[in-house]
RNA sequence: GGGCGCGUGGCCUAGCUGGAUAUGGCACUUGCCUCCUAAGCAAGCAGUCAAGGGUUCGAAUCCCUUCGCGCCCGCCA
C-alpha cells in the first residue's frame, strides 16, 4: 500500500518496528502491539502496557519505562517516555512538517487521497419512494450516503452511486390511480411535480381507506403494471418520473447527485424477478399456502410472531422484497462491494434479504449503513398525513437565515454575492448538522439547531477557510513544498505545531473513516481544524512575519486552507473564499 | 410476546476492539475588534456517563437485570 500520501505513516511504522523490537527485548514477544493516539500535549503515539502487565506478571509501569529504556532510535521518533504505564512517544516535529508540506502543498492531488484501489464500489443511498417531496425525515439518508461516497472517492475507492426507484410498488400505483381517476382542487404549495402530485397521493390513500372500489381499481392497477399492461406502465412510469425529478432538484440543492438509477420495474420487465422467484421455489425452505409462496426462515436466526417470509402472492406477483433480492444480483454482478444506506426500519428485511440471498446460493450480501429517523418534536413525520416538514422549506429557510447573516457583516457586497455566499453557507449548515451526528442516534429537527450558524457547523469550518484564503490574497504568493520544508523550524509556537499536527493527520482520518463508511468522525476533524486555525489565526501573526518564519506561516495557512477545503469537500459543502 | 438500536452537564454531542484529569458545541456570566474578516478568541458556570448488580488491578466502554425512547415482526414499500 501507498503511503506517500499519510505524513504520519513514516512515524507510524518507524515507532511500531522500535516498539515490538523492544517488546522482544523485555520478552513480551508475543504481546499485541495495539496502539492510541494520547492525549493533547503527551506524544503522538502510545503503547499501554496494561495487557502486557499480566503477560510479564510486572507493573504497568515498571514495563513501560523497562521499554523506554532498550528501545532505538530513529529518524522519525524525537523521544519517548514511560508515564503512568504507557510508552508515550513523539514525532520529530520537523521530519513530521517536512511530509506534511510535501504533500499537502503539491499540485496535482488533493490532500487526504488515498492510493487508487481496484475494487468497484456500488453505492446505493436514497431510494425513496417517488410519491412526493423529499422530506427531512429522508434527508438523511442522501447526506449520509453522498458524504460516505465522497469520503470513499477520496480514500481510493471506486465508487458509483445508485438510486433504486420503487416504481412498481402499491404507493406509486396509489399515486397513478390518484392522478388518472382524481382531481385535487388545492394548488400544490410549490411549482414542482413532487410537490403537486403528492395531492394526488394523499388523496387517494384517502380514498381507499374508505372506499373499497377505489381499493379494488388500486389493486387491478397494481396488478397491470406488473403483467406489463402497456397504457398503465407508461402512465406510471411517466409520474413517478415527474415526481423523481423534483426529488432530484432538492437533492441538487444541497449538493447530492446520483450517478445511476436502477428502475424497479425494469427487473420486472427484463425477466429478472421471475428467475429469482423460480430459484427460490427449488429451495427447501420454499413452503405454499393459499396460492402464496414463502420461505421459512427460522434457522436463519430470525425470531419474533412470523418467521415466513413471503416472497410472491397467491396472485404469483411478486413482492418489494423479492424483486429487491433481483437488484442485489444484478448489483452483485456489476460491483465488488455493493453498499446500502437504509432507514433502520430495514434492518428485518435486510436480514431477511442475507437469508433469501444464501438460500439462492449467492455467496455474497450487502453491507448496510442504518440510521436512526429524524422526527419532528411533535413525534413522526408520514407523506401520507401531511406531517412534514419539506427538504426544499428547510433550504429556503436556511438560505434566507444565512442572508440575514451576511448583510449584518457585509454591507460591502454586492447583493448577488451576498446571496451566494447565504446559498453556500446555509446549504451547508444543513448537511453538517446530519453529518455531524453518528448514523444510529435519533434526531429530532429543531429549526434553531438544524440553522446554527456558529460553534459546531459549517459555518464554522467554512470561515475558517475564508480567513485562510484572504490572508494567502494578501500574501504576494504561495509557497512551494520544497521552500515549505526546508523553514518548518521556523513553526516553534504551540499553536503553529498542534496546527500542523492535525492537518498531518489529515489523510488517515480519510481512510479510517472510509474503512468504517463513517460520517461524523470528518465533520469533527473538520471542526477540531477550523478551531485550532482559528487559534493560529489570533495569536501568530503570518503577513506581519518576516523572511523564514513568514514563509513557514503562509506554507501552514496555505496547508491548512487546502485541508479545510478537501475535508468540507468530503461533507458536500461548499468552501467560499470570503464570507 | 420476540428482535434490533439508542440513553453522556439545562439542551445537542465525541469517546464505547475496557485504561492517563469524560470531548466539543449551544445556552448563561465575563473579558477581547487603532492588530491578516469578532460567523472569531479567552475565561467562568455546569457531569451519580439512565438505574442496579456482575466481571476486572481498572468500566461511559464488556456481561446480566430493570426503566425510558425509537424502529421492526404485512400476500405494504
Not at 421459512?296 to 422484497?321: C, H, M, N, P, Q
Not at 419539506?390 to 444565512?402: G, I, Q, S, Y
Amino acid at each position: 500500500m501507498d503511503d506517500a500520501g499519510d505524513p504520519l505513516s513514516a512515524f507510524r511504522e518507524e515507532a511500531a518496528r522500535a516498539l515490538r523490537a523492544a517488546l522482544a527485548k523485555v520478552g513480551a514477544a508475543e504481546a499485541d502491539l495495539l496502539l492510541e493516539r494520547p492525549p493533547e500535549g503527551m506524544g503522538d503515539i502510545a503503547l499501554p502496557c496494561f495487557s502486557i502487565s499480566k503477560l510479564l506478571r510486572k507493573a504497568p509501569d515498571a514495563i513501560a519505562k523497562e521499554i523506554v529504556s532498550v528501545m532505538t532510535s530513529g529518524e522519525e521518533m524525537e523521544r519517548a517516555e514511560a508515564v503512568g504505564g504507557y510508552v508515550n512517544i513523539h514525532a520529530r516535529f520537523d521530519r513530521l512538517a517536512e511530509r506534511a508540506f510535501t504533500a499537502a502543498l503539491s499540485d496535482g492531488m488533493e490532500y487526504g487521497s488515498g492510493a487508487p484501489r481496484g475494487e468497484r464500489v456500488l453505492l446505493e443511498h436514497t431510494s425513496v419512494n417517488p410519491t412526493g417531496p423529499v422530506h427531512i425525515g429522508r434527508a438523511r439518508n442522501p447526506i449520509i450516503g453522498d458524504t460516505i461516497a465522497r469520503i470513499m472517492r477520496l480514500a481510493g475507492y471506486n465508487v458509483t452511486t445508485e438510486f433504486y426507484v420503487n416504481d412498481v410498488g402499491r404507493q406509486v400505483a396509489t399515486m397513478t390511480w390518484g392522478v388518472k381517476n382524481l382531481r385535487v382542487a388545492e394548488e400544490p404549495e410549490r411549482d414542482k411535480d413532487d410537490h403537486r402530485f403528492v395531492s394526488y397521493y394523499r388523496e387517494a390513500n384517502r380514498k381507499c381507506e374508505e372506499d373499497p372500489e377505489a381499493q379494488a381499481q388500486v389493486n387491478e392497477l397494481l396488478f397491470k403494471l406488473e403483467h406489463g399492461d402497456p397504457e398503465t406502465v407508461s402512465l406510471n412510469r411517466q409520474t413517478s418520473e415527474r415526481v423523481l425529478n423534483g426529488m432530484l432538484a432538492s437533492l441538487a440543492d444541497i449538493n447530492v447527485h446520483i450517478d445511476g438509477f436502477m428502475w424497479e420495474s425494469k427487473l420486472v420487465e427484463d425477466g429478472s424477478v421471475d428467475r429469482v422467484i423460480d430459484r427460490l421455489k427449488g429451495s427447501r425452505f420454499c413452503h405454499e399456502s393459499d396460492g402464496a409462496r414463502h420461505l421459512e426462515l427460522e434457522s436463519f436466526g430470525i425470531t419474533g410472531r412470523d418467521t415466513k417470509w413471503v416472497f410472491t402472492r397467491a396472485d404469483g406477483t411478486s413482492l418489494y422484497t423479492t424483486r429487491d433480492l433481483a437488484y442485489h444480483l444484478d448489483k452483485f454482478s456489476r460491483s465488488d462491494v455493493a453498499i446500502n444506506v437504509l432507514g433502520e426500519d430495514q434492518k428485518l428485511g435486510m436480514q431477511q434479504l442475507a437469508a433469501a440471498l444464501s438460500i439462492i446460493g449467492s455467496e455474497r450480501a450487502p453491507e448496510t449503513v442504518f440510521y436512526s429517523f429524524v422526527s419532528l418534536p411533535e413525534g413522526r413525520m408520514s407523506t401520507r398525513k401531511g406531517t412534514v416538514v419539506t427538504l426544499d422549506d428547510l433550504v429556503d429557510e436556511a438560505k434566507e437565515r444565512a442572508y440575514e447573516e451576511v448583510r449584518k457583516r457585509r454591507k460591502d457586497l454586492p447583493e448577488e454575492r451576498m446571496r451566494e455566499i447565504a446559498r453556500i453557507v446555509g446549504t451547508g449548515a444543513l448537511r453538517y448538522n446530519i453529518a455531524r451526528i453518528q448514523a444510529e442516534k435519533q434526531i429530532v429537527f429543531r429549526w434553531e439547531e438544524a440553522l446554527n450558524f456558529e460553534g459546531s457547523s459549517a459555518p464554522f469550518v467554512q470561515y475558517a477557510h475564508a480567513r485562510a484564503c484572504s490572508i494567502m490574497r494578501k500574501a504576494s504568493a504561495a509557497v512551494s513544498p520544497d521552500r515549505a520544508a526546508a523553514c518548518v523550524g521556523k513553526l516553534t509556537t504551540d499553536h503553529e505545531r498542534a496546527l500542523l499536527k492535525l492537518i498531518a493527520a489529515y489523510p488517515a482520518t480519510v481512510r479510517e473513516c472510509a474503512e468504517a463508511r463513517r460520517v461524523h468522525t470528518v465533520a469533527s476533524f473538520a471542526q477540531d481544524l477550523a478551531s485550532q486555525f482559528n487559534q493560529f489565526y489570533r495569536y501568530v501573526p503570518v503577513l506581519k512575519a518576516e523572511g523564514d518564519t513568514r514563509d513557514a506561516r503562509i506554507a501552514l495557512v496555505e496547508a491548512a486552507r487546502r485541508t479545510l477545503r478537501s475535508a468540507l469537500g468530503c461533507l458536500g459543502l461548499e468552501a467560499p473564499e470570503e464570507m
